[in-house]
Each structure stands twice: as structure tokens, then as C-alpha cells.
């Protein structure tokens, strides 16, 4: 049984090892998080993979949830369901992620905030400018006031090695 000690639980199955992976140099989380609390990833549907890269590669893209759906042969609800499922949020929320993540990759690279916008697919800088606001609590143009650098990582090489084991790129 774990106890509890102030904020800190105690008496992990694996405490040992969790303890030597993090006395490592560089701690890997993923590997830390997988001995924590057991495997975290499954293979994700391979219909909802093709989906995400049909986002990706085709970020401005005007394509709805009904012709992504199609595209799997799925009918709109149950696609809606189950991209919802398969990734842990709502298809609209994830392809306004990957715009505001196009837009900032832009604005680093030093595009000003309107074209970055357009070429996300924004409607209108309006429309950009009240998502970021909702999505962060500032506008955009105050965070760039701060003088704050925009740094954006690729996704870790295990996310990428799963999605690949699910369907074919």
C-alpha cells in the first residue's frame, strides 16, 4: 500500500527503479511515466491516423469533419466520436490546435501574425485574433510585445514510431 508523505506518495511497486531513471543525467519522462503508471500508448485507429495527417499536410484546408469522414468511409457522428476518442479531444479543437501550432511556426520563422494567420486557414485576422485570445488569454500581439521567442519541438520519436505501426505513411 502507497503512503502518502506531505505531497509526495511513497512505496511504489517499481520505487527503485523509479529512483534510478530519475538520477539519470537526462530523466526520460516517457520511460519514467511508463513505469509510474504502466503503458500509456495503443495503437490508435489507423482510420484516425490518416485523418490527422490529412490535418497536418493540409492545414489550411477548408475540408470538414463530413468530407474527413467520408474520405474513411465513416458516417459524421461516428468519425466525430471516434476521433474524439482516439486522440482526447474534439476534431475541432485539434485542427484549430494545429493551426494556432502553423501559425506560431510562421510567426518564429518571422512571418508577421495576419499572413500567419491566412495561411492557417483563419477566416480573418479577427477570426485568429479571438481564438488565440480564448485559447491563451492574451492576444497574440501582447505576447509578441513581451518579446517572448516562439519555440516549437517536433513530437517525440516514440509518438511518430506508434503512429507508424498503425497504418502505412
Do not use: K
Not at 15 to 31: H, I, N, Q, S
Not at 103 to 118: K, L, N, P
Not at 135 to 162: C, I, K, Q, S, W
Request: proline share 4%; aromatic share 8%; glycine share 6%.
Amino acid at each position: 500500500m502507497a503512503l502518502q508523505q506531505e505531497l509526495f506518495w511513497t512505496d511504489h511497486r517499481d520505487e527503485a527503479a523509479l529512483v534510478r531513471l530519475c538520477r539519470g543525467p537526462v530523466p526520460d519522462g516517457d520511460a519514467i511515466a511508463t513505469l509510474a503508471t504502466g503503458p500509456r500508448h495503443r495503437d490508435v485507429d489507423p482510420r484516425i491516423v490518416r485523418t490527422v495527417r490529412r490535418i497536418h499536410t493540409d492545414v489550411s484546408g477548408r475540408r470538414n469533419a463530413t468530407d474527413l469522414a467520408r474520405a474513411e468511409h465513416l458516417s459524421t457522428s461516428h468519425f466525430l466520436r471516434l476521433f474524439g476518442r482516439e486522440t482526447g479531444t474534439s476534431f475541432r479543437r485539434y485542427r484549430l490546435w494545429v493551426r494556432m501550432l502553423h501559425v506560431a511556426r510562421s510567426f518564429s520563422e518571422g512571418t508577421d501574425f495576419t499572413s500567419a494567420a491566412m495561411s492557417a486557414g483563419f477566416a480573418s485576422p479577427s477570426h485568429f485574433s479571438d481564438s488565440f485570445l480564448r485559447m491563451f488569454g492574451l492576444t497574440a500581439t501582447a505576447l509578441a510585445a513581451t518579446g517572448a521567442d516562439v519555440v516549437l519541438e517536433d513530437a517525440p520519436a516514440a509518438y511518430d514510431n506508434r503512429d507508424a505501426s498503425s497504418s502505412a505513411r
